[in-house]
């Protein structure tokens, strides 16, 4: 009797992630899937279940990735506009690196275009994600109205889902634009707004 192939789950999330980061749901085949996570599909989908479990675990992995690293970004210490700033700027530098070497776009931005209208499931999961990154960004807003660097005639909620719109709108927009003086050029005016 033959032995079960062991691999390492967090690997192969990460790349079945990449695969549909990079082609979308509907576009990811399973031959994608195999080739990206070294699995054969027999293996995929008697581990995951189907394409549609493993583009859910794939999103939750972004959560724990992705989200989480946008957190650290906004609560590391410095002035706020700053940590704002490194926040959009630094999702600029990845949209505009000609090397590939990261999907293009926010998975959870790709998700919510594609899925989130006709899967509750996607749609809670992408709202999880926009849900925490809002909190996060009213946090850091809410410490700058306190510390003086934010204007205080406008409630934190409210500056932070502008950010927030902006923030994402830049992976929109980085897909027609490649020239990352325009990109960086939003970044300053929705400071400026602050």
């Given amino acids: 009797m033959a032995r079960p192939r062991k691999f390492d789950e967090t690997r192969v999330i990460g790349a079945a992630m990449d695969a549909f980061w990079r082609r979308g749901y509907e576009a990811t085949s399973t031959r994608d899937l195999s080739e990206g996570t070294g699995l054969g599909p027999s293996s995929l989908y008697n581990t995951f279940g189907d394409k549609r ?13 992705a989200t989480n690293a946008q957190i650290g970004i906004l609560e590391r210490p410095g002035p706020v506009k700053e940590r704002l700033r490194e ?38 999961q992408v709202h999880r994600h926009f849900a925490r990154v809002e909190e996060a960004l009213r946090e850091t807003v809410a410490r700058g109205q306190r510390a003086g660097e934010i204007r205080t005639d406008r409630d934190a909620a409210g500056l932070a889902r502008q950010v927030l719109s902006t923030y994402y709108g830049l992976h929109v927009l980085s897909r027609a634009h490649d020239d990352r003086q325009v990109l960086a050029d939003v970044v300053e005016g929705a400071l400026a707004t602050l």
């Fill in 53 to 65: 479990q493993l583009y859910l675990r794939a999103l939750r992995r972004y959560y724990e990735t």
């Fill in 87 to 124: 926040l959009m700027l630094h999702d600029v530098d990845v949209e505009v690196d000609p090397s590939g070497a990261r999907p293009v776009g926010c998975f959870a931005i790709n998700a919510a275009i594609e899925m989130a209208s006709s899967d509750p499931d996607v749609k809670e």
